[in-house]
């Protein structure tokens, strides 16, 4: 079985400041993992992805995640935050192996203060 | 590439009565997804079609909701009858067969059950 964890429903940021948002998975497999942008009234967009290969991911909008295994974690970062950064941010996570099962934290609601 | 195809984008109904969405996924996505995305939470993965053939239900009311892919392309989800804990955002994503491809996500439908 496989589960994802996002700690933080909401998180409050000011203009500039880092972003970290986390996301811990569970797998008994070797994982993929995701994560998507979801803006108001609009379906889920990918921002980056972990498959295999370099543990650190580089994303669009300047969103970056670091792949752990020793610690099960997948968080999402960003140097210096934007006011179009606000957004709800979803982690999710499919293993290897069967057909791609797709399973999605719920959600972290990023809130960037001017 | 086109994307992911949805309709309607509202709809308003009251309980008992019958609903259908429709989804037409990028061309060439053999895997089609719905989701429900209750408000404030992550989406929830209703059916799973990998071309015309159905790979995960296990989450699917199948007293009430129904789901088809004729031809392996276009989809269709009927909730019948509906219920007030149904109101929902109605999200469908289609991928590729290849291990770790993300998912695209149409922009939803959003249900209202009055």
């Known amino acids: 079985a496989q589960s994802v964890t996002q700690l933080g429903s909401h998180v409050s940021v000011s203009e500039g400041a880092l972003v970290l948002l986390r996301c811990n998975y569970s797998s008994s497999v070797p994982p993929y993992l995701f994560w998507y942008v979801q803006y108001p009234n609009q379906g889920l967009q990918l921002l980056l992805k972990?498959?295999?290969?370099?543990?650190l991911v580089k994303g669009i909008n300047g969103f970056e995640a670091e792949f752990k295994k020793s610690e099960t974690s997948f968080h999402l970062t960003k140097p210096s935050a934007h006011m179009s950064d606000a957004a709800e941010y979803f982690c999710a996570v499919t293993s290897s192996g069967g057909y791609q099962k797709v399973t999605f934290g719920t959600g972290t609601k990023l809130q960037v203060i001017p | 590439e086109a994307g992911v195809a949805q309709s309607p984008r509202y709809k308003i109904i009251e309980k008992r009565q019958s609903v259908a969405f429709w989804c037409n996924p990028i061309s060439g996505h053999a895997t089609l997804y719905w989701y429900q995305q209750i408000l404030g939470q992550g989406p929830k993965l209703l059916i799973q079609?990998?071309?015309?053939?159905?790979?995960?239900d296990s989450q699917l009311p199948k007293d009430r909701f129904s789901a088809e892919r004729l031809k392996g392309v276009d989809s269709t989800l009927k909730i019948q009858p509906a219920k007030l804990e149904d109101s929902a955002v109605y999200l469908c994503a289609s991928s590729t067969r290849q291990e770790g491809s993300p998912l695209h996500f149409g922009n939803g439908t959003r249900l209202t059950v009055t």
């Open positions: 972990y498959t295999t290969g370099a543990t």
């Open positions: 079609f990998q071309n015309n053939g159905v790979v995960d």
